[in-house]
């Protein structure tokens, strides 16, 4: 596999970037590979700068569902881009994607349009903060939401769960009123609400996790969250930034028949342009600045050119669900593909992880007991055969509607040649 010129961007990349990339998880740290540098990608496939071309399963960590380059979404694109990139006023575009996550997310009646997903978290905290007027939040072991202050946190060793920075740069007292919950475990919930009673604003949570890699719910557990979360009258703030537009066009809040109070938003909605969201019943969402006393801005929110990336997307997803079908059972194919080794294999829809690990994987601590040296092996066998997955075990395969049988098939058969070896 040709990566001179990978290898040579890299070095050059170093000398003004930090560690060459401008987000960690794409310098291919935990497979000790040089990261391929993208030149191009269009339908399934990227193409790096040494021209080995790959069948792409990050899709841009899940942003690309219709597979890059969609061409009715680039038209768009390239027609609004003539009548200019940005106005900082409002705009019509605004507000047909505000309606249109309405209309696929009746929880969110009232949306605030944001740049990422980190910002969308962070100001979904503030505004149940500023909503309850409480100031405690309780998030999950494992789950990430962005690099917000008050999330970059890990368990502390006190039996209270208080959490403890886990980022240099966060002083302790941004992270004193995040508590840190188990997923999957409804006790280590309870355990948190008795000890905290009325003073836990919200519970964030990844309804289907996929920062651990891909973690399902169990049974009830979102329903438990929703049950607790209105019992102490704290709100409860689904972050499906991965989730959304993914699992099908009423994200995870559809699919498991739980409403939150507050839901996150991005990728997808921004097909591949830079747009987070987050937003609720208007009562909540009313605190907003300039409604209400929660303060939140942003230069180039809602800008024109990735509303209509997004706005193109989630047209193309709703013109057509029969694309969700498709996504599962293209998925489901690698995951029988997979099947067979010494992996556990977690798939919902068209979102899957491959764990090595003989453990079922149901919470953080499962998932990192995974064999990571045995990723990174497998990682480097699917890039020598033009497959390209994420450079980590800790996050997930996406499948877009633009991967074709073909592409599908070739993956399977790389698997089982893989797998296979193993045995
Ligand atoms: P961004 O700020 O990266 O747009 O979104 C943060 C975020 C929030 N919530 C969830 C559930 C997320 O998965 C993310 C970001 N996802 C990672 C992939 N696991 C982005 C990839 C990266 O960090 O480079």
Redesign the pocket.
């Known amino acids: 596999m040709k990566d001179a010129k990978s290898k040579e961007l890299f070095e050059r990349a170093k000398k003004h970037i930090p560690g060459g990339v401008n987000?960690p998880?794409?310098a291919f740290g935990s497979v000790g590979l040089t990261p391929r540098f993208i030149k191009s990608a269009r339908g399934a496939y990227i193409t790096d700068e040494d021209n080995n071309t790959y069948i792409d399963y990050v899709c841009s960590?899940g942003a690309g569902i219709l597979g890059h380059a969609h061409p009715l979404v680039i038209e768009k694109v390239k027609e609004a881009a003539e009548l200019g990139l940005t106005y900082g006023a409002p705009t019509e575009k605004e507000i047909i994607l505000s309606e249109l996550i309405y209309e696929c997310m009746p929880s969110v009646e009232v949306s605030r349009l944001v740049c990422?997903?980190?910002e969308a978290?962070m100001s979904a905290i503030r505004v149940a903060r500023g909503f309850t007027g409480r100031t405690k939040i309780i998030k999950f072991k494992g789950c990430?939401?962005?690099h917000s202050d008050g999330l970059l946190v890990k368990a502390g060793s006190g039996a209270l769960t208080t959490s403890v920075p886990d980022s240099k740069g966060v002083p302790s007292d941004f992270s004193k009123h995040t508590l840190v919950a188990l997923y999957n475990d409804k006790k280590s919930v309870e355990e948190l609400f008795i000890r905290n009673k009325n003073d836990i604003a919200a519970v964030i949570v990844?309804p289907v996790a996929?920062?651990m890699g891909v973690v399902l719910p169990e049974d009830g557990f979102l329903n438990f969250l929703r049950d607790i979360t209105d019992r102490y009258g704290a709100l409860l703030i689904f972050?499906e930034?991965?989730t959304g537009f993914r699992l099908g066009l009423g994200g995870a809040q559809e699919y498991y028949g739980v409403k939150p109070d507050i839901t996150t938003l991005?990728k997808i909605i921004g097909g591949g342009m830079p747009v987070?969201a987050y937003g609720g019943r208007k009562e909540i969402m009313d605190m907003v600045s300039p409604v209400g006393e929660v303060y939140q801005a942003g230069t180039l929110s809602g800008n024109p050119i990735a509303t209509t990336a997004g706005i193109e997307t989630l047209k193309i997803l709703m013109r057509d669900k029969s694309i969700y079908l498709r996504l599962e059972e293209k998925t489901k194919r690698l995951e029988q593909a997979a099947a067979g080794g010494a992996i556990r294999v977690n798939r919902i829809g068209s979102l899957m992880s491959i764990f090595f690990t003989d453990r079922h994987v149901t919470d953080y601590d499962s998932a990192i007991s995974s064999d990571t040296e045995a990723y990174a092996e497998y990682f480097k066998f699917l890039l020598e055969n033009g497959i390209y997955a994420a450079p980590s075990q800790f996050?997930a395969m996406f499948v877009s509607d633009a991967h074709s049988d073909e592409d599908i098939e070739k993956t399977c058969q790389v698997f089982k040649d893989y797998f296979g070896s193993k045995k």
């Open positions: 987000s998880v794409r960590w990422s997903g980190t978290v990430y939401h962005g990844e996929a920062n972050d930034v991965i991005g987070g996050e």
